[in-house]
């Protein structure tokens, strides 16, 4: 049985061609041509070669480090966001629980008294919040002193823009509130009492 032989490979196939068709054409025609035409026929070549090193080797490399300065930056902020909330969850962890009365009496505190723009009363474990002409700062304002002073949460929200405030665009300082608010106190303590300062 007869063994038979493997077939050259492709690359030498190609050269093998590529100076069959030198030898055949492109030396004479080479010879032909004027010392001006062969320098500018190198030039051109020299061109073609610098454009396909270019486009092989440095444009996708450029790409590459293009992408990766990016994907360093996202990563970057990404660090910086965990970081963040890592450090608001360490705060979080040493914050001490309050009881309903010291959650009661820190939210009086916080809450003008007499001011008919803000009103609270006392309803069991929940505060309700009567705001009238309330400004957006203000409001904002008073809501991260309870939800940090107090660490009391909202439950319900069902408040509107003033119909009496004038206001240039929804999104203006001056933006002012009516309605009402429902804040959860923290669980009530067995034996506490009630805190005055808060109308029941």
Partial sequence: MSRSTPSPNWKTQAQAFGQQLWANHGQARWRALTARERLLATVFLGLIGIWLFVSIAITPAMRTLSASAQQRAEVAQQVIQMRALQQRAQELQKTKPLTRDESLRNLQNISPVG?????????GDRVLVQLKNLSASQLASWLAQARIGS???????????SAGANVVSSADASTAWDGQIVLRLPQRQAGNANVSGIKP
């Fill in 115 to 123: 001011n008919p723009s803000l009103q609270t009363s006392l309803q």
């Fill in 151 to 161: 660490q009391a949460l909202p439950d319900e929200v069902h408040i509107s823009r």
